[in-house]
């Protein structure tokens, strides 16, 4: 085992056991809350239970797989309720006869991060998808080709974030969780061929506020009970790139220091009396809306005036049926692989109930339950039958009807029953009725507009451009 394991692994929280099947054979978790996760049940399926829980990610998959025990995967799950778990973890391989038949995961609870006060260094290394980069050394070797998409704002979105890597400015990426921003991230990070040891990744949720700004800017000697000269993340990052994840999560009074390096390139590190000077390419992202975000007081105005040169918005995956479809089919196309399945697609039921539901995970959530679904499936046809227990009761019979979409004081009506269009024709016509319906009310005031229609003023203007609405100044 070994010897630099960050937590003590002699008294485990929870021990979680799983066949070859990936189900669920024993969870102490279950057993020790019992009525808090009655729905977490033994000889369910791991992936529906835990749906955050993908191949690519799943340390148990991992030790499954290779047939070797996989030591200090950190790892964020989210169970069937949608609640979040920090997790590190030891997990072994079960082996009977020469054959893989199961696995065991001894888990540490690190939800509340307790375990983790002492240890920033560990914190420091974790991304967001709960990798564990002790040199942050990574492997993610993630492209811009690696975006699947075929929707026209999210390929423009690529390219202005190919450009956005050309400069020196630093970039803010928003979107709703799931969207892909880590991924955009990435991608951007690997455009630019910046030296792995000079990519620094930090989510900045994952930290208690009292040791971020030590671990961000360093430390000096007497600074604080126990603290030693050590240096900062920026520091370490000098003449490369840092990606900073959850950057609403950061403390107010954290977030004017970062302002400093993105205006000056100088920082001081705690209790030092000298500054210090730093190149560094900064990329942000956060999951919510900037101006929602300046309003709620968790993302300061002057750091998003510094960061809004550079701004991508990952629309949700509800805004691209067309994404939809093509994600779907290319999902199931990896899974059948993954999984030795023939699925050869989905019933018109499911498709309808696709396009219709909210996904407010978005693609990673579509990705998940797609999984969920070719795992549990007999059939060579996915059906609503097959959705993860979660989405039951969510489907809805559409029939003959009318949507009715509320805009203000405003009203848009299409009856699909008549017009004798395709979904996308229907939904493009829709839209264009209501933003013009909605801007004529506001005088072309984009922003106002933006507001009644619950969109981002930078939507609204490739809205606008997609659907040859004219754009007349910059109200």
């Known amino acids: 085992m070994d010897n630099n394991n960050p937590v003590d692994f002699k008294k485990a929280d929870y021990i979680l056991v799983v066949n070859k099947d990936y189900k669920i054979v024993y969870n102490s978790r279950f057993d020790k809350k019992l009525g808090a996760?009655?729905?977490?049940?033994?000889?369910?399926?791991?992936?529906?239970?835990?749906?955050?829980?993908g191949r690519r990610n799943s340390s148990i998959v991992k030790a499954m797989s290779t047939g070797a025990p996989v030591y200090n995967s950190a790892q964020e799950w989210t169970d069937i309720n949608g609640k979040v778990y920090v997790t590190q973890n030891i997990t072994l391989p079960i082996i009977h006869e020469g054959q893989v038949i199961g696995a065991v995961e001894l888990t540490k609870d690190l939800t509340n991060m307790g375990a983790l006060q002492d240890k920033p260094e560990f914190l420091q290394s974790i991304s967001q998808d709960g990798s564990y980069h002790p040199n942050r050394d990574?492997?993610?070797?993630?492209?811009?080709?690696?975006?699947?998409?075929?929707?026209?704002?999210?390929?423009?979105?690529?390219?202005?974030?190919?450009?956005?890597?050309?400069?020196?400015?630093?970039?803010?990426?928003?979107?709703?969780?799931?969207?892909?921003?880590?991924m955009f991230a990435q991608a951007i990070i690997n455009y630019m061929v910046a030296p792995?040891?000079?990519?620094?990744?930090?989510?900045?949720?994952?930290?208690?506020?009292?040791?971020?700004?030590?671990?961000?800017?360093?430390?000096?000697?007497?600074s604080y009970t126990g603290a030693e000269n050590k240096k900062g993340l920026f520091e370490e990052a000098d003449g490369g790139i840092f990606f900073l994840d959850e950057l609403n999560a950061m403390p107010y009074g954290v977030q004017g220091?970062?302002?400093?390096?993105?205006?000056?390139?100088?920082?001081?590190?705690?209790?030092?009396?000298?500054?210090?000077?730093?190149?560094?390419?900064?990329?942000?992202?956060?999951?919510?809306?900037?101006?929602?975000?300046?309003?709620?007081?968790?993302?300061?105005?002057?750091?998003?005036?510094?960061?809004?040169?550079?701004?991508?918005y990952l629309s949700p995956l509800r805004e691209r049926p067309d994404d939809i479809e093509y994600l779907t089919d290319n999902y199931i196309d990896y899974f059948n692989s993954v999984y030795g399945k023939n699925v050869k697609g989905i019933s018109e039921d499911l498709r309808e109930f696709f396009l219709d539901y909210a996904w407010e995970g978005n693609v990673r959530e579509l990705k998940h339950v797609i999984e969920a679904m070719i795992t549990m499936t007999t059939s060579d046809l996915l059906d609503i039958k097959d959705i993860p227990v979660y989405l039951n009761g969510k489907h809805k019979d559409k029939g003959k009807r009318k949507f009715e979409p509320k805009t203000g004081n405003s009203r848009v009506v299409i009856d699909l029953d008549k017009e004798g269009m395709d979904l996308r024709e229907a939904v493009d016509r829709l839209e264009r009725e209501m933003i013009v319906k909605v801007l004529g009310e506001c005088r072309g005031n984009k922003t106002r507009?933006?507001?009644?229609?619950g969109i981002p003023r930078q939507t609204l203007k490739y809205k606008m451009d997609r659907l040859g609405i004219p754009y007349d100044g910059e109200k």
């Open 449 to 453: 507009a933006g507001e009644i229609l």
């Open 257 to 312: 220091k970062l302002l400093r390096v993105l205006q000056e390139g100088t920082f001081r590190p705690l209790g030092a009396s000298k500054e210090k000077k730093v190149n560094v390419k900064i990329i942000a992202a956060m999951n919510v809306d900037p101006m929602e975000a300046i309003e709620n007081k968790t993302l300061r105005k002057d750091l998003f005036y510094r960061l809004s040169s550079n701004m991508l």
């Open 196 to 222: 792995k040891q000079k990519v620094i990744i930090q989510n900045c949720a994952a930290v208690p506020d009292n040791l971020i700004e030590g671990i961000l800017f360093g430390t000096t000697k007497g």
């Open 138 to 182: 990574s492997n993610d070797r993630t492209s811009f080709e690696d975006i699947l998409t075929i929707n026209d704002g999210m390929l423009n979105t690529i390219e202005q974030a190919k450009l956005f890597a050309s400069n020196n400015n630093p970039i803010l990426i928003y979107g709703e969780t799931g969207t892909g921003k880590e």
């Open 37 to 53: 996760e009655s729905s977490i049940r033994p000889y369910r399926n791991f992936f529906e239970m835990y749906p955050s829980q």
